[in-house]
């Protein structure tokens, strides 16, 4: 029988569609993907080519060169310059575009793939994340920052060079705030974090767990609203990513780089976006909500059904994607790979 399953969370319904479940195999898409190559010559993101980005705002050096850099976005969805100046005319409001669009190249390597580069590097990333997502917090005009991956032309990617991205925006959406007032209203009914509370439940009954760390645990969600979509909490109580302390990112860059190569490996180098949810910037050690790291692979696209009713349906079931991603050796994908 076909189930609806809500999200705890975000109360989201979620139709798992076991009639036309498949097997988490049947789910690989097949992709013409070029043969990579570790140099282009027109790729603003290739060492030599530095002068084809605006004015560096940080990089991790390696000797005369660089291991990352984080420059502006050349074609920033918003701009640094402006004001956050609110208008209101009847029903019809705006802000100034005024945000920072940050690009966070991961490697000089063109050719390189997160799943496959040692958990040192994963945490020099994880650290500049950490680095930027500090210094725009402080930010009185930001109210939400947003860090995300693109990997693969269905995640939106324009750039093949391996990088991911920061906005941090003068608003908090709709959907952000939703979740919020999901989470305190249950902070002040029960007196808990909903998100420690079904951490708790799905680390005891373990169906749904991929792996688990000393500090995280990935799992799919019992809602999960895509195949595949991975879940990583941190285990201890934190609201905000800024608070991930310095052995949180070591132990955190292992689980990221193992998900994402058991993804590789698992589904054939799928297309995926990741995003880190966390607290707005406002909310800083709330008691009510806990960041985690989304990752979500471009498996099935989104159809008229998904617009119109704001609910997903999901042909794998989340505890037979967590069987199947227990199971692929993730270091025999980076084996393989080399
Ligand atoms: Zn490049
Ligand atoms: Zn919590």
Partial sequence: MPELRQNFMTKEWVVIATERA???DQMVVKRERKPPV???PNCPFCPGNEKMTPPEILRVPNG???KARVVPNKFAALSR???PDRTFHRSRRSVNGFGVHDVIIETPDHAGVMAL???S???????IYKTRYEELSLDPRIAHITIFKNHGADAGTSLEHPHSQLIATPVISHQVRERFQHALRHYDDFGECMYCQMIE????EKTRVIMMSEHFVAMELYASPAPFSTHIYPRRHMAS????SAAEIIDLSHMLRTVLAKLYHGLQNPDFNFTIRSAPAESVGVKYFHWYVSIIPRLTRVAGFELGSGMFINTVLPEAAAEFLRHVEAEEAVAAAK
């Fill in 201 to 204: 439940e799905e680390v005891d």
């Fill in 22 to 24: 498949k097997r988490p």
């Fill in 64 to 66: 005369e060169t660089w």
């Fill in 241 to 244: 990513f800024g608070d991930v």
């Fill in 121 to 127: 590097y994963v945490a020099e990333i994880l650290r």
């Fill in 117 to 119: 580069m040692p958990d």
């Fill in 38 to 40: 570790s140099f282009s």
């Fill in 81 to 83: 310059d402006a004001k």
